[in-house]
Structure formats: C-alpha cells, structure tokens
C-alpha cells in the first residue's frame, strides 16, 4: 500500500491536469471525460508543464484561478475515486519525460557572462 503523501501527490497531480485541461466546468464533464482531460493534459505538457501552467494561471489571475483549482480537486478525485492506488502500472497513465519550457522571447534575454564579470561587483573597482 502506499503512503498518503503518495496518494496526495497523485491527487494534486491529476487536479493540476484538469485544472490546464481544455476542460470546463460548465460543461458538466462525466468522470470519462475528466479522465480523458487528465490524459490529454499530461500528455501535452508533461507533470511539471501542468505545474508551471497552475503557477502562472495563479499568478496572473489568483481569484479564477482558485475557483478553478477547487473544481479540478473534486472533479479529479470523484473521477479517479475507483482507480485503487496501488504500486504498479495504472492503465492509461503513462509518465512521460517533461517537455523543454517554452520561454517567449520577449520575456527571457540571456546575459553574456562579459556583462556580469567586466564591471565587477557594486562598489569594487574592476
């Protein structure tokens, strides 16, 4: 048997899938299509794209974003409430290796290191 910070993780994992899924609570999904969504996500973006994807949404819009994230926590464990969390393979999850982030442009600029050596630190000579 596994231990309840296992069962936790998994929980908190399938809600941050449903939580970026396509998925909407005003469509009255069926547990099927919560399962499937859950899939979906994990397959586009990995575990930690899902993660990253939470983080953002909460950060750009907490108010929705806990809306939302109290709606996956139910959907997901009433959806997966009959898989048994036992060691082994689940049918249907597949853990794959996460994906490279997608940084825009814009946003991130690398630094030549010349930059951060040249002029030393604050208040020394270089």
């Known amino acids: 048997m596994w231990s309840a910070m296992h069962e936790l993780s998994i929980r908190t994992f399938q809600a941050d899938a449903l939580f970026v899924s396509v998925l909407q609570r005003s469509d009255e999904p069926s547990a099927g299509q919560v399962r499937h969504a859950v899939a979906a996500a994990i397959d586009a973006f990995g575990w ?14 907490p108010e929705t974003a806990v809306i939302r994230m109290r709606w996956a926590r139910v959907a997901a464990r009433e959806a997966f409430a009959d898989s048994a969390l036992e060691p ?11 994906r490279p982030a997608l940084v ?21 000579n270089a």
């Open 48 to 61: 930690p794209g899902c993660a990253e994807r939470v983080a953002q949404e909460f950060g750009d819009h």
């Open 88 to 98: 082994g393979p689940h049918p249907g999850l597949v853990v794959r290796p996460p």
């Open 104 to 124: 825009p442009h814009s946003r991130w600029h690398p630094v030549p290191m010349s930059v951060h050596t040249s002029k030393g630190r604050a208040g020394q």
